[in-house]
């Protein structure tokens, strides 16, 4: 059972556009939703997060949004640069229970010049 | 650099055989995580343990198995493998049990044959 869904799966994006994915979750226990950043070859890294009590939460160029009643999150990233194409994962963790944190399937953006 | 270690990088080995895939977490951080990225299947959650202890359980095959040394660095040993099990895997630490601030390592890319 997927509890984290996550739209589109790739995303193309002229450079100085903005990235728009969008994640849905299922469970009402969620209390913390990270978006992390993965090159090829590499790690996911932890991009930013935000927590339930907030409804945006923006570093630099990115921003997340938080629709707590539709159960929804998002991922903005403003004046997209060729550098930000990667797979970006959105995830979420429960507060309680078989706590892990559970991913997205991820987008893999590309940001043409 | 995320401060967790992972070895080896890279794993070719036969179907049937035994691997150990080796985590070092970043320094003073207590759980560490195990998660399995396929084509297919995306960021998938293996195990997770804090302190020594088993935490959490995701879906661990049987033939796998992990464990977490004193000095913290953890072993997830894949056993009887099969052409299904070629995947990345990648190794999370992070300073409590919760997980919400996880850094990921770069992955061993396993490859059976």
């Known amino acids: 059972q997927q509890q984290v869904k996550q739209s589109p799966q790739s995303l193309i994006v002229q450079k100085g556009g903005i990235s728009i994915i969008n994640c849905a979750y299922e469970?009402?226990?969620?209390?913390?939703f990270p978006w992390y950043q993965q090159f090829p070859g590499k790690g996911p890294a932890l991009l930013i997060a935000?927590?339930?009590?907030?409804s945006e939460k923006k570093e630099g160029r990115f921003t997340i949004s938080f629709n707590k009643s539709a159960k929804q999150f998002s991922l903005h990233i403003m004046d997209s640069q060729p550098g930000d194409s990667a797979t970006y994962f959105c995830a979420a963790w429960a507060n309680f229970g078989n706590e892990k944190l559970t991913f997205g399937t991820g987008t893999r953006l590309t940001i043409i010049p | 650099d995320s401060g967790v270690t992972q070895t080896p990088k890279h794993l070719i080995t036969a179907t049937g055989q035994r691997v150990t895939l080796r985590c070092s977490p970043r320094s003073g951080d207590l759980s560490v995580y195990w998660y399995q990225q396929s084509l297919d299947q995306g960021l998938q959650f293996l195990i997770q343990?804090?302190?020594?202890?088993?935490?959490a359980k995701g879906n661990i095959l049987e033939r796998f198995s992990a464990q977490q040394f004193p000095d913290l660095h953890s072993e997830l040993n894949l056993s009887s493998l099969e052409l299904g099990d070629s995947a990345l895997y990648f190794c999370?630490?992070?300073?409590?049990?919760?997980?919400?601030?996880?850094?990921f390592g770069q992955g061993t890319r396993l490859t059976v044959v």
């Open positions: 343990y804090y302190n020594g202890e088993e935490r």
């Open positions: 469970n009402t226990a969620f209390d913390y």
């Open positions: 935000i927590r339930p009590d907030v």
């Open positions: 999370a630490s992070s300073a409590n049990y919760r997980g919400t601030e996880a850094f």
